[in-house]
């Protein structure tokens, strides 16, 4: 049952351009969005999040993107940087005190020089 | 930065042993998860636990699986006998209490099972 999902699973992108990351997700129950790029044998790092109360939060070269009628949600990064290759999982949650999370199984982003 | 630290980075072990995975989580965080990565797979929850007791877990996380916060700082994942199926990357993780939202990974436990 993959309640989150991420269709593409790798992206190149020329550095300097705009990389999207895209995201959808089944449950209605869910809250609390969050991305996070992680390297091979090394945790996941966190980079942003959204409450479900917005549709748009921007954090330096980051932004997330809700729809919540699409259940989709989007990562652009503006402009790419070669340091920025590495997997990216969205996750969610239902919020509550667990506040456990529902992982995506990643895309592998590819910054080209 | 405070930062949720795990021990050890590697561990090999045979068919059946016990494990224990160490972790501890970032000094003001009330909330603790164990979560794993089976090699090309995506992150799973196994565990979370919060006021000294379990308050979630997930079908991963069945009888062989133990959880325990022995004194203030650390926070410990056992497998009582392992299997070959369990050789996955071991994550803890750690969040504040008060509305916090954001759960901070540490590096991560690669356990081998052979």
């Known amino acids: 049952d993959q309640q989150v999902k991420q269709n593409s699973p790798s992206l190149s992108v020329q550095e300097g351009r705009i990389s999207i990351l895209n995201c959808d997700y089944t ?14 044998a090394e945790g996941p ?36 940087q070669p340091g920025d290759s590495a997997v990216y999982f969205c996750a969610a949650s239902e919020g509550g005190a667990t506040n456990k999370l529902i992982f995506g199984t990643g895309t592998l982003l590819a910054v080209q020089p | 930065e405070p930062e949720v630290t795990q021990t050890p980075s590697h561990q090999v072990t045979q068919m059946g042993q016990e494990v224990i995975l160490r972790c501890v989580p970032i000094s003001n965080h009330l909330y603790f998860y164990w979560y794993r990565q089976i090699l090309g797979q995506k992150v799973e929850f196994l565990v979370s636990f919060y006021n000294n007791e379990i308050s979630e877990k997930s079908e991963i996380f069945d009888d062989q699986f133990s959880v325990e916060r022995p004194d203030g700082s650390n926070f410990t994942l056992k497998i009582r006998s392992t299997k070959l199926e369990d050789s996955a990357m071991y994550f803890c993780a750690s969040k504040e209490s008060g509305g916090g939202n954001t759960i901070y990974f540490g590096e ?5 099972v052979v």
């Open chain 1, 27 to 40: 449950n209605s129950m869910f809250d609390y969005f969050l991305w996070y790029k992680k390297y091979p």
């Open chain 1, 45 to 80: 790092t966190f980079l942003i999040s959204i409450s479900s109360i917005k549709d748009k939060n921007e954090d330096g070269r980051f932004t997330v993107f809700l729809n919540k009628s699409a259940k989709h949600l989007s990562l652009h990064i503006v402009p790419s």
């Open chain 2, 108 to 112: 991560g436990s690669w356990l081998t």
